[in-house]
C-alpha cells in the first residue's frame, strides 16, 4: 500500500538527519567563562560562613579585575584589546554582581556587615574612578570603544546604583544592629 505523503516521509526523515548537527551551534555559541579561578572558588567556599572574610574577597576580586584590565589596556603588546578589555569587564561585572547578591543575602540573614559595608563603599568610589576613566580614554579608537561600549556603561551603571544601595545598606544595618543590642 503506497503512502499518501510520502514527502512527509521525506522532510521527518530529513529532519532526524539534520536536528544533531544544528543542536551543538546554539551550545557553542553560549560558550561561558568562569570570572573566578579555582583557587578563588576555594577561598570563597572556605569562607562561606564568615560575612566579613567573604565580601572582602569578593572587593579583592573586583579589584584584581580591575588592575588587570589596566594593565592589559597601557600594555603596547596587547593584541586584540576591545575583545580583553570587553572579557575583562564582563567578569569584572560577574564578581560585583555576586558582590552585590551576598550581600543581599548577609542583610536578610541580619548578619553585621557594617566593617566590610565600608570596605565596599570605598571600593565603589575606586571602581566609578577606574571605570570613567577607561569610558574617557583617548588612547581607543572609536571601533575598538564600541566593542566593549555596551559592557562598560552596564558596568559603570551597575557601580554607580550599587553604590547608593550600598550607603542605604550601612544605615539599615546599624539600624537594626542598635534595635538587636537594646534587646
Known amino acids: 500500500m503506497k503512502s499518501a505523503y510520502p514527502w512527509r516521509i521525506a522532510l521527518g526523515l530529513s529532519l532526524l538527519i539534520a536536528l544533531p548537527l544544528l543542536l551543538p551551534l546554539p551550545l557553542?555559541?553560549?560558550?561561558?567563562?568562569?570570572?573566578?579561578?579555582?583557587?578563588?572558588?576555594?577561598?570563597?567556599?572556605?569562607?562561606?560562613?564568615?560575612?566579613d572574610v567573604r565580601l572582602n574577597l569578593y572587593v579583592k576580586f573586583?579589584?584584581?579585575?580591575m588592575t588587570k584590565l589596566e594593565q592589559m589596556r597601557s600594555d603596547p603588546k596587547?593584541?586584540?584589546?576591545?575583545?580583553?578589555?570587553?572579557d575583562i569587564l564582563e567578569d569584572f561585572l560577574s564578581l560585583y554582581d555576586e558582590l552585590n547578591?551576598?550581600?543581599?543575602?548577609?542583610?536578610?540573614?541580619?548578619?553585621?556587615?557594617?566593617?566590610?559595608?565600608?570596605?565596599?563603599?570605598?571600593a565603589d568610589t575606586e571602581f566609578?574612578?577606574?571605570?570613567r576613566a577607561i569610558k574617557n580614554s583617548a588612547?581607543?579608537?572609536?571601533?575598538?570603544?564600541?566593542?566593549?561600549?555596551?559592557?562598560?556603561?552596564?558596568?559603570?551603571?551597575?557601580?554607580?546604583?550599587?553604590?547608593?544601595?550600598?550607603?542605604?545598606?550601612?544605615t539599615?544595618?546599624?539600624?537594626?544592629?542598635?534595635r538587636k543590642?537594646?534587646?
Open 28 to 51: 557553542r555559541a553560549q560558550r561561558h567563562r568562569d570570572s573566578l579561578t579555582p583557587l578563588e572558588i576555594n577561598q570563597l567556599r572556605d569562607a562561606m560562613l564568615d560575612p
Open 62 to 65: 573586583c579589584r584584581d579585575r
Open 78 to 86: 596587547t593584541t586584540e584589546r576591545a575583545r580583553q578589555t570587553h
Open 101 to 122: 547578591e551576598n550581600i543581599d543575602m548577609y542583610v536578610g540573614r541580619k548578619n553585621d556587615i557594617r566593617r566590610p559595608l565600608k570596605v565596599i563603599i570605598e
Open 128 to 131: 566609578q574612578s577606574k571605570l
Open 139 to 170: 588612547n581607543a579608537s572609536a571601533a575598538e570603544a564600541k566593542q566593549y561600549e555596551f559592557m562598560l556603561s552596564d558596568a559603570l551603571d551597575t557601580v554607580d546604583s550599587s553604590a547608593i544601595d550600598h550607603r542605604k545598606t550601612v
Open 172 to 178: 539599615e544595618v546599624e539600624e537594626y544592629m542598635k
Open 181 to 183: 543590642k537594646k534587646k
